[in-house]
């Protein structure tokens, strides 16, 4: 497994920006992706996009497409969400995760594919 921990919340206004970051450490090498998620209270934690590593392909969850990007920096272990046009509906704890190479058939846009999961970051958007 892999330590993550993620960075970069706050409060921001909407129609603001806010870019958070995830650094990875320990087994990086057995990574297959690396992808958000989001929990808003009393909500199910939902995908919001993930970053294959060996190509940077990315997946994105249909409400943050055009608004939100992923990037990453293999040689810094680390992965960026960047985070535009923010709406409150984008308040939540967002969270980076891990999937293995195990589990790299799996379906990236399920909490079951990750096997390594950060702990959180608070991000408000205030109306």
């Known amino acids: 497994q892999v330590q993550l921990v993620e960075s970069g919340g706050g409060l921001v206004q909407a129609g603001g920006s806010l870019r958070l970051s995830c650094a990875a450490s320990?087994?990086?090498?057995?990574?297959?992706?690396m992808g958000w998620f989001r929990q808003s209270p009393g909500k199910e934690r939902e995908f919001v996009g993930r970053?294959?590593?060996?190509?940077?392909?990315?997946l994105y969850a249909d409400g943050v497409k055009g608004r939100f990007t992923i990037s990453g920096d293999n040689a810094k272990k680390t992965m960026y969400l960047q985070m535009n046009s923010l709406q409150p509906e984008d308040t939540a704890v967002y969270y980076c995760?891990?999937?293995?190479?195990?589990?790299?058939?799996?379906?990236?846009?399920?909490?079951?594919?990750?096997?390594?999961w950060g702990q959180g970051t608070q991000v408000t958007v205030s109306s």
């Open positions: 995760a891990a999937v293995p190479n195990s589990r790299r058939l799996w379906d990236s846009r399920t909490r079951s594919a990750y096997d390594s």
């Open positions: 970053i294959r590593r060996s190509d940077s392909t990315t």
């Open positions: 320990g087994r990086t090498d057995s990574t297959y992706a």
